[in-house]
């Protein structure tokens, strides 16, 4: 059998590998590995801003080649959802992984990674039918599903996600420590705007009125982080920090608004150990997501951490 090639030579950044078959993207993964280099994934969907950037610079930092793929993954979206309208920037994205030092990106074709027939799908059960998987049914499978198939083709060392999707991360992590992956999830922190809205892809779905009112997000979790700071480990006292913040802002409604206990995700009713305080909510027909992590100083102390 002769090697792979790549069909269609890139034209899209000067110093990007562009890569658009799985066969040629195996090849060129198994050639670093058998340099003994040590490979980065940055696996997104596009639409790229400075939260995927960061997730670049750190791997830049652990690993060479880093890899970062763009594929819009149409198992992830429900029925109703906005696949067709997704933001699709290739051209500029590709400039701005050439200028962070991504060596090569992925970016596979629909029909490659789900030809006629395919019918084998990968899902953590129970985390993925609940927050995020309770208003959007099938979206945690349609992730996990095609992050497998991502590893799978490039086998990296470390794999970078951001703590942004926290459930998210959290499945993933736990995905690959069932299937016992070769590859370290890794995770980033929440890059934010200005304003303390974190950077979404979906942002640019906002009206300048919603655009305006959609930091208050970010201020509901950060009442929490007050209320924490202050003491208060009532989860119901938290909520209502949170409620009163978010009923201020008539452009928002609230889908969920739950602290859970960071490596189960199951709702706590006092903050002990590590959590996440989650927020989903509407502007307009745009759904945001936000979280923030806290957890104890030292083990068993009272005094917590808060990353926003
Ligand atoms: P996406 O393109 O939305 O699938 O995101 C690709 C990766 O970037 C995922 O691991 C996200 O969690 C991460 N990401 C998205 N937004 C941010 C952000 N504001 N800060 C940090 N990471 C992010």
């Given at each position: 059998m002769s090697a792979p090639r790549e069909p269609r030579p890139s034209t899209l950044a000067q110093s990007l590998d562009t890569i658009r078959t799985i066969?040629?993207?195996?090849?060129?993964?198994?050639?670093?590995?058998?340099?003994?280099?040590?490979?980065?994934?940055?696996?997104?969907?596009?639409?790229?801003?400075?939260g995927h950037l960061s997730l670049v610079e750190r791997a830049r930092r652990d690993c060479d080649p880093v890899i970062a793929s763009i594929f819009v993954n149409p198992k992830q979206f429900g029925p109703k959802e906005d696949f067709a309208k997704y933001p699709r920037t290739l051209e500029k994205d590709a400039a701005k992984l050439a200028a962070a030092g991504v060596g090569a990106l992925f970016l596979p074709e629909a029909a490659e990674m789900y030809p006629a027939g395919f019918a084998t799908y990968v899902n953590v059960e129970g985390l993925s039918e609940r927050l995020e998987g309770r208003t959007r049914p099938g979206h945690f499978c349609g992730v996990t599903t095609v992050v497998l198939k991502l590893l799978e083709i490039v086998q990296p060392t470390f794999a970078y996600f951001g703590r942004k999707d926290a459930q998210q991360a959290r499945l993933i992590t736990i995905m690959a420590r069932d299937l016992n992956l070769d590859t370290q999830i890794v995770l980033g922190p929440i890059v934010r705007e200005g304003d303390g809205l974190a950077m979404s892809s979906r942002n640019a779905y906002l009206s300048a009125e919603e655009r305006r009112a959609a930091a208050v997000v970010q201020r509901a979790l950060a009442a929490a982080g007050d209320e924490v700071r202050a003491g208060v480990r009532d989860v119901l006292r938290l909520q209502e920090a949170m409620q009163r913040v978010l009923a201020a802002e008539p452009l928002a409604r609230v889908d969920y608004a739950e602290?859970?206990?960071?490596?189960?995700?199951?709702?706590v009713l006092r903050v002990a150990r590590p959590a996440y305080v989650l927020l989903a909510a509407y502007l307009g027909r745009t759904r945001l997501i936000d979280n923030m992590f806290i957890e104890p100083v030292a083990e068993g102390a009272d005094e917590f951490a808060i990353q926003l």
């Open positions: 066969a040629w993207m195996k090849e060129t993964a198994r050639q670093a590995r058998a340099e003994s280099r040590v490979i980065g994934f940055v696996p997104t969907m596009g639409a790229l801003h400075a602290i859970v206990d960071a490596a189960t995700f199951e709702p």
